[in-house]
């Protein structure tokens, strides 16, 4: 079994700050890409930031304010998130895309998602 827990998240003003943090625990060899997704009510779940073997990938709207970083021997992935606006509030989750056995099948796991709400 694989867990994402994401402790973090809360309520902030417009242009403030905020950490989001995201760790994987249980049956994994290894784990192909960390990231961030984020949605609000009605919408799809929409890409946010996604770091694969060191390549970075950040969606357009938040590039510049958002930076992702991950440390690969803890399993975890964070966003540090700045120059925070209201369109930003959403529900964020955690994402990866883990393989649990030497030369197994990759799997894709959810956290449980945070809410991020911005006050303007």
Known sequence: ???????????VQA?????LSCAASGSIFSIETMGWYRQTPGKQRD???TITDGRINVEDSVKGR???????AKNTVS????????????????????RRAVGG???QYWGQGTQVTVSS
């Not at 242009?15 to 950490?19: A, D, E, F, I, N």
């Not at 958002?66 to 690969?72: A, C, E, P, V, Y």
């Not at 966003?79 to 883990?98: P, Q, R």
């Open 1 to 11: 079994q694989v867990q994402l827990v994401e402790p973090g998240g809360g309520l």
């Open 15 to 19: 242009v403030g700050s905020l950490r």
């Open 47 to 49: 890409f946010v930031a």
């Open 66 to 72: 958002f930076t992702i970083s991950r440390d690969n």
């Open 79 to 98: 966003l540090e998130m700045d120059s925070l606006e209201a369109e930003d509030t959403a529900v964020y989750y955690c994402n990866a895309v883990i």
């Open 105 to 107: 099948p990759m799997f």
